[in-house]
Antibody, heavy 114, light 112 residues
Framework: EVQLVESGGGLVKPGGSLRLSCAASGFIFSNAWMSWVRQAPGKGLEWVGRIKSKTDGGTTDYAAPVKGRFTISRDDSKNTLYVQMNSLKTDDTAVYYC?????WGQGTLVTVSS | DIVMTQTPLSLSVTPGQPASISCKSSQSLLHSDGKTFFYWYLQKPGQPPQLLIYEVSNRFSGVPDRFSGSGSGTAFTLRISRVEVEDVGVYYCMQTIQLPITFGQGTRLEIK
């Protein structure tokens, strides 16, 4: 069974940093292109960015609102996806999901507030 | 960016009746390899999104056959043949042919 478990969310002040993790199991993680998608309170889904598998280059792509502030990485030896979030803004407040596109984690809440 | 426009934004359906949601994209989602990179998700209350349909018309594992997807190019439809109480939630369409990946605004389905 595919499982994706996010962690690392919490309350952070504007300008602060946070690193989210997503532990994957039940599939060959190293072959998967992985994305982060977020959902602000009461709002719709917004793609944050993705990382390709290393065999497909391991490159990353980001949505405009987070480019230059967020960095997605992966550790295939630990079956774990990460997103390092810097210079956080109040608009970054959301539940952050990791997803293969087919399967989604339960999400972790990030609140950016003073 | 490709804009995904869903209609209606909400619908109220009696159990056992059909329902239909439309999604239109601002550009064709047909790739040169013949695939169409279009998906439907359902987000039930308090849960993460779950994949219903991939590549226009393919039901994901475990999805009941009362759900069906159709369409091509820029116009797509999700149909529920007989709505059940468990189908309540917000339905999203999504495209992945071009970055950034974009979603529709969501369609909220409630039970009458």
């Amino acid at each position: 069974e595919v499982q994706l478990v996010e962690s690392g969310g919490g309350l952070v002040k504007p300008g602060g940093s946070l690193r989210l993790s997503c532990a994957a199991s039940g599939f060959i993680f190293s072959n998967a292109w992985m994305s982060w998608v977020r959902q602000a309170p009461g709002k719709g889904l917004e793609w944050v960015g993705r990382i390709k598998s290393k065999t497909d280059g391991g490159t990353t792509d980001y949505a405009a609102p987070v480019k230059g502030r967020f960095t997605i990485s992966r550790d295939d030896s630990k079956n774990t996806l990460y997103v390092q979030m810097n210079s956080l803004k109040t608009d970054d407040t959301a539940v952050y999901y990791c997803t293969t596109g087919y399967s989604w984690g339960q999400g972790t809440l990030v609140t950016v507030s003073s | 960016d490709i804009v995904m426009t869903q209609t209606p934004l909400s619908l109220s359906v009696t159990p056992g009746q059909p329902a239909s949601i439309s999604c239109k994209s601002s550009q064709s989602l047909l790739h040169s390899d013949g695939k169409t990179f279009f998906y439907w998700y359902l987000q039930k209350p308090g849960q993460p999104p779950q994949l219903l349909i991939y590549e226009v018309s393919n039901r994901f594992s475990g999805v009941p056959d009362r759900f069906s997807g159709s369409g091509s190019g820029t116009a797509f439809t999700l149909r529920i043949s007989r709505v059940e109480v468990e189908d309540v939630g917000v339905y999203y369409c999504m495209q992945t042919i071009q970055l950034p990946i974009t979603f529709g605004q969501g369609t909220r389905l409630e039970i009458k």
